[in-house]
């Protein structure tokens, strides 16, 4: 922690070093949140992006208050972005690229039966409750701690324990049938 507070404080001062380490540092775990959350890689990568250029338009901004890491606060601007990003394509919908071209050297039955998978799942996780769907990203996509996932969601540590439990039960339930 002390590590990306010192970055942090480097990347205030505009230190590239300090950005590109931050940058790295967190790009995948909010990459696979997005991803996750919108169920498009290609648009994911492009969220993913945005998020860390507001990040680091903003960044002289970010306070470290009451414990609250500076990943937690990525994670509060990449739930930003997905809002829009969902709220922007509820008005327009569109097939994804990858439904519709399959790559030249992708197994044909591996990515139908990954899709499959994936479908399930996703099928699976829209019965969740949005409070469920959003401790399962961020604890598993994201990587994040009970911890941190409670300072991100503003909740007790009790209560995101509380939803985890009960989402795995329902996604076993729901995945077994």
């Known amino acids: 922690m002390q590590n990306e507070q010192d970055l942090v404080l480097r990347a205030q001062q505009r230190d590239e070093a300090a950005l590109t380490q931050l940058y790295e540092a967190n790009f995948d775990k909010i990459y696979r949140y997005v991803v996750i959350k919108i169920g498009d890689r290609t648009e994911a990568e492009d969220i993913s992006q945005q ?30 972005q997905v809002v829009d990003y969902l709220r922007k394509k509820a008005k ?57 996932v409670a300072s991100v969601m503003s909740k007790s540590e009790g209560a995101v324990k509380a939803l985890q439990h009960s989402a795995i039960v329902s996604l076993r339930k729901l995945l077994s049938v």
């Open 51 to 80: 998020v860390f250029l507001n990040a680091f338009k903003s960044i002289s901004t970010f306070k470290r208050q009451q414990g609250i890491p500076f990943s937690a606060w990525l994670y509060r601007i990449a739930h930003n």
């Open 92 to 148: 327009r919908p569109a097939v994804p690229l990858e439904k519709v071209m399959i790559q030249a050297e992708d197994d044909p039955t591996m990515t139908a039966e990954r899709n499959l998978d994936m479908e399930q799942l996703s099928q699976a996780a829209r019965q969740l409750t949005s409070a469920q769907r959003e401790v399962i990203s961020l604890r598993f996509a994201g990587g994040l701690s009970i911890a941190e």
